[in-house]
């Protein structure tokens, strides 16, 4: 099973950047899916993007398309994702996940591994 630890999360002002990282370790990274999911105070953890094992496919959660952008680097075993034009409301924590298959889903029912969450706070 993978395990994985998110970080570069912190504050920064609204239409600012932050890049969260995602390292993983144990066996199955390059042959996992991965995803990263959101969760904000008082409401549901919520879909972000998710990446086919190879890196090549992603589609993203409609209120980040445009500004966020996850990639997957496999020799590394890190998963990554950039946030540009940062606004208040994607002030949360994120979390990254590792699927047990090669199948990309927003569905977090597929992922069997979660990191413990990194928190991005966006200031307005």
């Known amino acids: 099973q993978v395990q994985l630890l998110e970080s570069g999360g912190g504050l920064v002002q609204a239409g600012g950047s932050l890049r969260l990282s995602c390292a993983a370790s144990g066996r199955g990274f390059s042959d996992s899916a991965m995803g990263w999911f959101r969760q904000a105070p008082g409401k549901e953890r919520e879909f972000v993007a998710p990446i086919s094992w190879i890196g090549g496919s992603t589609f993203y959660a409609d209120s980040v398309k445009g500004r966020f952008t996850i990639s997957k680097d496999n020799a590394k075993n890190t998963l990554y994702l950039q946030m540009n034009l940062l606004k208040p409301e994607d002030t949360a924590i994120y979390y990254c996940?590792?699927?047990?298959?090669?199948?990309?889903?927003?569905?977090?029912?597929?992922?069997?591994?979660w990191g413990q969450g990194t928190q991005v706070t966006v200031a307005s």
């Open positions: 996940a590792a699927a047990s298959s090669r199948y990309y889903s927003d569905d977090a029912g597929v992922y069997s591994s």
